[in-house]
């Protein structure tokens, strides 16, 4: 008899975008003539920009010549990326962070999934409820998040993000070792300040704890004030890891690549109290369970940092953060409370009182024809919230909008 890990048994089925599906293919059967529009997909839309497309195809022709040929690559993915990552995303910026200190990835959700091996099996977490579920459904795989009750798990601890704390997270109260913050925020479109992440990294430092920070929307800010890297803040060197991706920066969602920046001075510790190197620790990880993104798609990327790149792939988030404001000020419009949608893709609605996020649901499928994501579907404080994406086309986005305009 094979037995399991059991810890999966312990994962709160994730019904979420299931049932979203289900109850919209039920609508759509029971009226076939309606226009639903969905505002719930994560996924953008718009295609890949022509320097990347270009770099592509360039990389496909060189994989069919001898003399160009590449087969496996670096694990952490080849120089010309990482020293692009490094020089634009941050030495441009002011940050010091080298090259070398960045590993090249398939994906952003595989980085935050994969990276909490690396800590022990008992090390608390805190998380912002509502949550990107990976954080969440990862740890609970790997047994650190006790029994479910009451709709959340015993260890971890959450960090709940409302309307009347602004969805900033308060600092724990209880000691942890492990801190996963997402900002931009999805589902809540909020942005952390300089002031908020300095907080944190204090807190961490003074702490010893870890703070595993997810920036896979950063593009999408546009106040100059508002930080972008958590290594814009002294001393994040020591206590952070950050994650990013080209997904919704640059339209990979289908072509798979990202990066997280691990700093050469984070530590960590085994039970002696001896210090290792996390960097170390990451490449050994990588380097035994990864084999590296194809070279074709670095190719790719590293065309986004190109000048045409930079310019055309500002020009799709424009597109999507045009999107966010339509949805923003139809939903004020309508007199609903709404927040995000500034320097995020996402809206954030607080339902109507009384209504949860699946009335609420109901309501904008039924009345509006207009399909989102409820709020409580994202953890327990995302109860009576309601979240709407950016990422449909404008002409698609502005009738949804116009529905929901009318609301009132
Ligand atoms: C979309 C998204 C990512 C990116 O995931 P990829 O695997 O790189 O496509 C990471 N974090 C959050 C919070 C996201 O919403």
New binding site residues.
């Given amino acids: 008899m094979t037995l399991l890990n059991e810890n999966y048994l312990n994962l709160q089925g994730s019904y979420l975008f299931a049932e979203v599906a289900r109850r919209t293919a039920a609508f759509k059967a029971a009226h076939p003539d309606a226009q639903v529009i969905s505002l719930g997909i994560?996924d953008v839309s718009q295609p890949l920009v022509p320097a990347v497309v270009q770099a592509l195809k360039k990389a496909c022709d060189e994989m069919g010549r001898a003399e160009t040929f590449r087969g496996y690559g670096p694990y952490e993915g080849y120089d010309f990326l990482r020293s692009a990552i490094a020089k634009h995303d941050y030495q441009a910026r002011g940050m010091d962070i080298m090259a070398e200190e960045i590993f090249v990835s398939d994906?952003?959700?595989?980085d935050?999934a994969n990276f909490q091996e690396l800590f022990s099996s008992d090390a608390r977490i805190a998380l912002q409820d509502p949550v990107?579920p990976v954080y969440l459904d990862t740890n609970v795989m790997a047994g650190r998040s006790g029994v479910f009750s009451d709709g959340q798990f015993k260890r971890i601890v959450y960090l709940p993000c409302t309307a009347e704390n602004n969805f900033k997270p308060a600092l724990p109260a209880k000691p942890v070792d492990l801190i996963y913050l997402?900002s931009p925020n999805?589902p809540t479109g909020s942005v952390l300040t300089r002031e908020d992440l300095e907080k944190w990294v204090n807190w961490a430092l003074a702490h010893k704890a870890v703070i595993l920070f997810?920036s896979?929307y950063e593009a999408f800010i546009r106040q100059p004030d508002l930080p972008h890297s958590i290594f814009e803040i002294a001393g994040a060197r020591k206590c952070a890891v950050e994650?990013r991706?080209f997904?919704?920066t640059a339209g990979f969602?289908g072509t798979r690549c990202?990066y997280c920046v691990v700093p050469k001075e984070l530590q960590i510790y085994d039970k002696a109290g001896n210090a290792h190197g996390v960097h170390d620790l990451w490449l050994r990880r990588q380097s035994t369970k990864f084999n590296g993104v194809p070279y074709i798609v670095q190719r790719g990327a590293e065309a986004v940092f190109s000048s045409e790149g930079q310019a055309q792939t500002r020009v799709v988030i424009d597109h999507y953060l045009a999107n966010a404001k339509v949805i923003l000020s139809s939903a004020k419009a309508a007199g609903l409370q709404a927040y995000g949608g500034e320097n995020a893709p996402y809206v954030w609605l607080k339902t109507p009182k009384g209504c949860t996020s699946w009335e609420f649901f109901d309501m904008m499928l039924n009345k509006l024809q207009v399909v989102g994501t409820p709020g409580s579907g994202f953890g327990k404080a995302g109860e009576g919230y309601f979240r709407l994406t950016a990422f449909n086309t404008p002409q698609l986005t502005q009738a949804a909008a116009d529905r929901l305009a009318t609301l009132k």
Avoid at 107 to 110: I, L, P, V, Y
């Fill in positions: 994560g994906g952003a959700k595989s935050v990107y997402c999805n997810d896979a994650f991706s997904s919704k969602t990202a």
